[in-house]
């Protein structure tokens, strides 16, 4: 029934392959991300449990830990009423770690854990590109911190990690390489600076799908972190991180009505199955809600869903052309390239996936919530 | 624990009773649209299931049959893949209809219901305001598509509905009657020539929020059709359908950090918990992601969520003030009034409802999924 996520499996393991290469040439430990699938079974192709794992959620975190990952790297700053659950998460996964980037936030980790049996492992999270969240490499607040969780008590301060979002708006393979040499300096420098103040990092972790993936050699980081390659979507393809042919998660949906005077095919995916995701808006080439492929993932070139409301997608062309009633009669199904893999995952509790022999060999699924 | 998804018991109710007081007073049938919420719980207090409802997908129509509801309108064209799923639905509701908009889904579903042990109740989706789905009320095709139905051996033809989404983009009152006039007299208009034609229409049925709320008589429709009004949201109050202190759904979030240089707040609700709509973008205030109130839920003037990531929200003020630590220190919580609620509920399984005391009084269920 449509509309529902498919995940080839060709495409994924390909994907996850690639990843992997550049971390083993590169003798970096690969952490892989998996909030865009939150999948056990997805997992087993590219983060299994014998090695370490990013999460976005304690709900993932627990889900995991249960599954028999012992180190699991939670990389979202926590509020204190998330503290209550470290105990049980760490009682089965003894290296999980949570982060912090802020003096309140180390203080109030270092009083908490004085009252949980094991050790609570800790890293800082330092800002490398003005995006989001982190200490910056220079601030005192960087020492002061990582001197707190050093001399607490019942902490295990693990080191440093990153995240360089903003090589999601570098569209040239040039920004991405500057983008990702940055990352690596950045932190490198943070964990240069800590070291001259007495503290050791045994991790500085850092990685997105476009600095990890960009030409360069990653030196002053030991454990590179990405999620959505494994996927990829078309916001990575936009990038040219890969190729709209690489990206593994599409949507099925079917033809349910057409509007003829305005050249519009009408399909039962909406933003409900697709996300309200645009992130090409602002690329090169916007694809809108999705690129649109027939039902065996052929992509059909300059077809799109150019609006959405809940439950209906509208599909029209680039130059207008009126859709063939061969591909887009009524009760046609089509595939849609995600614009944000994550995004349209989201909104799916479990992946029908895709065989080499072009059917559903395994439904997988999906642990979403907080 | 945060982020989770708050239902204000007070405002959600007062909303219900505005929209049923619309109906009573124009002695309209109300069929509430239960896809904002899609809670059994919910539907209780706005759509109880003595009287009709509308629902998104048949996912929440076979919940709603089992819970007892017998007159169930799913209005979204149907794909053919859905047809194997209407009998069950039926033989629990027996009033249950579905809606098509072109000859191609006439016959096919007049071929489908020949097998159906029970009549199929079908509606067909006229176009008011160019915006989506639905035949043309001068168009051949309807007349013909409404004989077709008509003479069905096991259809029962239930008559038109449309929906005038195009007034979400209607700002003022005067655009909101001016919507809200075209729609009953375009779907009347239809009705009319359907009569000429020999077909009769049991139900004229029209609706949307603005157009429900808009200061005319619905005059030429006998059914009112709307959805977010039980919750509103910010899109609603920049359209001047609500005010901001109507929204009764909101988003409870914990300040995880600052970047102080630039006067952010970091807060865990990020689109995986506000979802990805932007529809205020458009309106003459873009609330970004969502308007942040006290974890009262008293608004704080100008502060809303100017970005978010997967799991991190970024709040500022638009005039760029710095947070006042009493309010947004780390760990404080804060509620975020969503842009789009049909949108942001979607993030969630379950509610938080707040009673009058303020305090949670009861979780709600949620259904997701196709």
New interface residues.
């Given amino acids: 029934?449509?509309?529902?996520c498919l995940l080839d499996l060709a495409k994924f393991r390909q994907n996850c392959q690639r990843m992997k290469d550049v971390a083993d040439s590169e003798k970096m430990t690969l952490r892989p991300h998996v909030?865009t699938l939150k999948s056990l079974q997805a997992a087993e192709y590219y983060a299994p449990a014998s090695g370490p794992i990013t999460v976005?959620?304690?709900a993932e975190a627990a889900t995991f830990a249960s599954a028999g990952y012992t180190d699991i790297l939670y990389a979202?700053?926590?509020?204190?009423?998330?503290f209550g659950?470290l105990a049980a998460i760490q009682s089965l996964a003894p290296n999980f770690t949570v982060i912090a980037?802020?003096q309140?936030?180390v203080n109030?980790l270092v009083d908490y854990a004085s009252e949980l049996e094991l050790p609570l492992s800790v890293m800082l999270e330092v800002?490398v590109d003005?995006h989001?969240?982190g200490l910056l490499p220079e601030s005192p607040e960087l020492v002061a911190c990582a001197r707190a969780l050093s001399a607490a008590a019942n902490i295990h301060f693990r080191g440093i990690m990153t995240h360089a979002?903003a090589s999601y708006d570098c569209d040239t393979k040039a920004a991405q390489q500057a983008m990702g040499q940055q990352e690596c300096e950045r932190i490198a420098k943070a964990a240069t600076n800590l070291l001259q103040a007495g503290v050791t990092c045994e991790l500085v972790s850092a990685g997105s799908t476009p600095t990890a993936l960009a030409d360069i050699e990653h030196t002053g980081i030991n454990e590179l972190r990405a999620g959505v390659y494994a996927t990829f979507d078309c916001v990575m393809a936009g990038l040219g991180v890969c190729e709209t042919t690489d990206i593994a998660l599409s949507v099925l949906t079917?033809?349910?009505?057409?509007?003829g005077d305005?050249n519009w095919v009408?399909v039962?995916a909406g933003?409900?199955?697709l996300?309200?995701?645009?992130g090409t808006a602002s690329q090169q080439q916007d694809c809108g809600y999705g690129l649109v492929c027939d039902e065996h993932g052929k992509l059909l070139d300059g077809w799109y869903v150019s609006a959405t409301?809940?439950?209906?997608g509208?599909i029209s062309h680039r130059d207008n052309l009126t859709p063939p009633e061969s591909v887009f009669?009524?009760?046609r199904?089509l595939r849609i390239l995600p614009i944000?893999a994550?995004?349209t995952a989201?909104?799916?509790?479990k992946y029908h996936v895709i065989g080499d022999d072009g059917n559903i060999t395994a439904i997988w699924s999906r642990v979403?919530?907080?």
């Fill in positions: 029934m449509t509309p529902a909030k976005s959620t304690l979202v700053g926590l509020s204190p009423n998330k659950q980037d802020s309140a936030a109030a800002d003005d989001r969240a979002g079917s033809v349910i009505g057409h509007q305005k009408i039962d933003w409900m199955a996300s309200r995701d645009q409301n809940q439950e209906h509208i009669g009524y009760g199904l944000h994550c995004a989201a909104q799916y509790s979403n919530g907080w």
